[in-house]
């Protein structure tokens, strides 16, 4: 199986400090992506790390992909409460299909 | 720009009950289509996807069918609803060639009593 493990399953920190998430996958991979999802709604795409790439930022975020490793991070930034969240990654092989983790939940508290 | 659809929001219905779900995809053509359930405080369960009209593909065999009646819509239905069917209903489209990020829509939360 592709699926990938977030880790930690939860995280509180406050407002103002960093958030890392990690996660980890099985087999190889052509790409790896992390998504958001607040509370009841639908997951939205955060950032896409292909295999060949090391790292990768968007506004707060930086993301990592180690493919020795297996494992992903995503770094928050400065961190506010509306980032409050859960986090997912997802991780896409030899099937274009991404297989998702567990997620870890993210409280930034004011 | 492209817009993913989603109802009802909310479902309540008794067991034994058929289900009907509607995704409906707008400013993308030839999308792949994908139905997830999420149970409370969990991953991501992949249903279906379709790759095409009338194409689907069954990750895990339960009580659910999907089909694709048009190329922007995507339909989950059940004859007779259980208790396990429960749970939040995700659809997402992703963009032809594969390996491209899933855009979802909002979710349809399913309580089967």
């Known amino acids: 199986s592709q699926q990938g493990e977030e880790d930690p399953q939860a995280l509180s920190i406050q407002e103002g400090e960093n958030a890392t998430m990690n996660c980890s996958y099985k087999?190889?991979?052509?790409?790896l992506q992390w998504y958001r999802q607040n509370s009841g709604r639908g997951l939205v795409h955060l950032i896409l790390i292909r295999s060949n790439e090391r790292e990768k930022h968007s506004g707060r975020l930086r993301v990592t992909l180690d493919t020795s490793k297996k494992s992903s991070s995503l770094l928050i930034t400065a961190s506010r409460a509306a980032d409050t969240a859960s986090y997912f990654c997802?991780?896409?092989?030899?099937?274009?299909?991404?297989?998702f983790g567990r997620g870890t939940s993210l409280i930034v508290h004011p | 720009s492209q817009t993913i659809h989603q109802w009802p929001a909310t479902l309540v219905q008794p067991v034994g009950s058929p289900l009907s779900l509607e995704c409906t995809v707008e400013?993308?053509?030839?999308?792949?289509l994908y139905w997830y359930r999420q149970a409370a405080g969990r991953g991501l369960q992949l249903l279906f996807y379709s790759v095409g009209i009338g194409q689907i593909s069954s990750e895990v065999p339960q009580n659910l069918s999907a089909s694709r009646p048009q190329d922007r819509q995507f339909i989950l239905s059940s004859k007779k609803l259980l208790l396990s069917d429960s749970g939040f209903y995700l659809c997402?489209?992703?963009?032809?060639?594969?390996?491209?990020?899933?855009?979802f829509g909002p979710g349809t939360r399913l309580t089967v009593l």
């Open positions: 997802a991780s896409s092989g030899g099937s274009y299909i991404p297989t």
């Open positions: 087999t190889s991979i052509n790409n």
């Open positions: 400013g993308t053509s030839n999308p792949n």
């Open positions: 997402a489209w992703q963009g032809r060639g594969g390996y491209n990020e899933q855009f």
